[in-house]
């Protein structure tokens, strides 16, 4: 079983969509929570890290559920500049940052 | 400022040959990060440095990679006698101190093809 488990997708939506990304970790000593972003052929980016509480930063929200191991990222009213594929990130607790990734999700918003 | 930078950016090579690949985190970074990423594999831990030191190494496919970093900060990846699967793009990253809260910045990476 994968650590970091994602739907590749790809994900094809319409501009103003609203759309919803799941992640499953196995680890369940598992300690911080990301989601980054990577264009193609560029390197990923940090978009947000999450947290049990659940945190908005603008038209993205990311939820956590620690008691199902499962992270989700939504995305509302979805611009074209969002197309880009997101990767969900985890870091073992007592590591000192290593980060886990998912193999990603790949979102492509069309006009 | 300046991010983190790697070099060179593209980089071919015959099969069994050696390569370095360099990594200049930001200044004032301590930690530093190698990871690399696949076709079908995602990205991969390599190894990381908080300082000059390389406490988890676990993350290195075989002993022909090794990493070094001198002065807190240039890092270097070697890997030798290269095989067709060493091929991938290797991304450098660092952070303000290593842990798991703190940002991590990528480099924009070295791709590295072994004919």
């Known amino acids: 079983r994968k650590e970091v488990e994602q739907d590749p997708g790809p994900f094809n939506v319409p501009e103003g969509a609203t759309v919803a990304f799941n992640c499953t970790y196995s680890?369940?000593?598992?300690?911080?929570f990301f989601w980054y972003r990577q264009d193609c052929r560029k390197e990923p980016k940090l978009l947000m890290s999450?947290?049990?509480s659940g945190n908005e930063d603008g038209r993205f929200t990311a939820q956590l559920n620690r008691a199902s191991q499962y992270i989700s990222l939504l995305i509302r009213d979805s611009k074209l500049s969002d197309s880009a594929t997101y990767l969900c990130?985890?870091?073992?607790?007592?590591?000192?940052?290593?980060?886990?990734f998912g193999k990603g999700t790949k979102l492509s918003v069309k006009p | 400022g300046a991010g983190v930078s790697q070099s060179p950016s593209n980089k071919v090579t015959e099969k069994g040959k050696d390569v370095e690949l360099r990594c200049d985190p930001i200044?004032?970074?301590?930690?530093l990060y190698w990871y690399r990423q696949s076709l079908g594999q995602g990205l991969e831990f390599l190894i990381y440095?908080?300082?000059?030191?390389?406490?988890?190494k676990s993350g290195l496919p075989s002993d022909r990679f090794s990493a070094e970093r001198t002065g807190g900060s240039v890092s270097t990846l070697t890997i030798q006698r290269t095989q067709q699967e060493d091929s991938a793009v290797y991304l450098c990253?660092?952070?303000?101190?290593?842990?798991?809260?703190?940002?991590?910045?990528f480099g924009p990476g070295t791709r590295l093809t072994v004919l």
């Open positions: 990253a660092s952070s303000l101190v290593a842990g798991a809260y703190n940002e991590q910045f």
């Open positions: 680890n369940s000593a598992s300690q911080s």
């Open positions: 999450v947290y049990s």
């Open positions: 990130v985890v870091i073992y607790g007592g590591s000192q940052g290593n980060l886990i």
């Open positions: 200044s004032g970074h301590t930690a």
């Open positions: 440095f908080q300082g000059n030191s390389a406490p988890d």
